[in-house]
């Protein structure tokens, strides 16, 4: 059964009323969620599951079966014991690790509309982001940072908005990573991510909603991986 993915539309929600659709050794299923998947580069979300006897389970990671594509909220086993098909449950993300994860993805849409190259990979951590760049010509670290917190000064707006499957495919300069591609789901649309005057392309993940929640930031570090490979490393300036 497919879980209505709540964070899709609204990034800020911190809990859902949930039924439960199916336990087994994976997870938990349920029929919508507040909780990130893993993917994307992004961090699963944690949480909880808050029952009607008051007792609470710890999620400790939200995936996404990668031969299915049915969402599961990973649990302790024996927790997972209390859970039974067709209980009502509450879910509440974990919010303040989700928000570091919201403004490291944005900040990193930032980057690419400064780098002008495709992406070959990224990560986004609590506590740090990254991408690889298909790029030859080297790159200036203080230069970058200047750039990145300029955008970040401007309080642009971001917004979330769908197109069609073709409608994606007339315009493949939308997809900027080149090794991982925008979700699709039953209905043939695609949601674009785009931040006012700035960026926009297709995206799945979660994001905050104006750059100056992003918060200054620092690239740490840019590093050669290959031949053709720049890997820009960024940081919170107030932890680096």
Not at 98 to 116: E, G, T, W
Not at 130 to 135: A, M
Not at 222 to 231: A, F, H
Request: hydrophobic share 40%.
């Amino acid at each position: 059964m497919n879980t209505n993915e709540l964070f899709r539309n609204d990034s800020y929600l911190k809990s859902c009323e949930a039924t439960v659709t199916m336990i087994d050794d994976r997870g938990v299923q349920v029929n919508q969620s507040v909780c990130y998947p893993h993917g994307g580069g992004q961090l699963g979300d944690r949480g909880r599951l808050l029952l009607a006897d008051g007792a609470s389970i710890a999620i400790s990671d939200t995936q996404k079966d990668r031969d299915t594509g049915e969402q599961l909220h990973i649990v302790d086993s024996a927790q997972a014991q209390q859970l039974s098909v067709g209980a009502t449950i509450n879910m509440e993300v974990d919010w303040e690790r989700r928000y570091k994860l919201m403004r490291f993805h944005s900040c990193l849409h930032l980057v690419c509309a400064i780098i002008d190259a495709p992406v070959n990979g990224g990560s986004i951590q609590i506590d740090r982001a990254r991408l690889d760049f298909d790029l030859k010509e080297p790159l200036d670290k203080v230069e970058l940072t200047e750039k990145l917190n300029a955008h970040i000064a401007k309080d642009a707006a971001i917004s979330m908005r769908w197109i069609s499957d073709a409608e994606l495919d007339a315009h493949p300069e939308l997809v900027r990573t080149m090794s991982v591609k925008p979700p699709r789901n039953a209905e043939g649309t695609i949601r674009l991510v785009e931040i006012d005057g700035i960026d926009l392309q297709a995206c799945g993940g979660t994001h905050v909603a104006k750059t100056r929640e992003i918060g200054e930031m620092l690239v740490r570090k840019i590093e050669n991986k290959g031949k053709q490979n720049r890997r820009i490393t960024v940081v919170a300036a107030d932890t680096a």
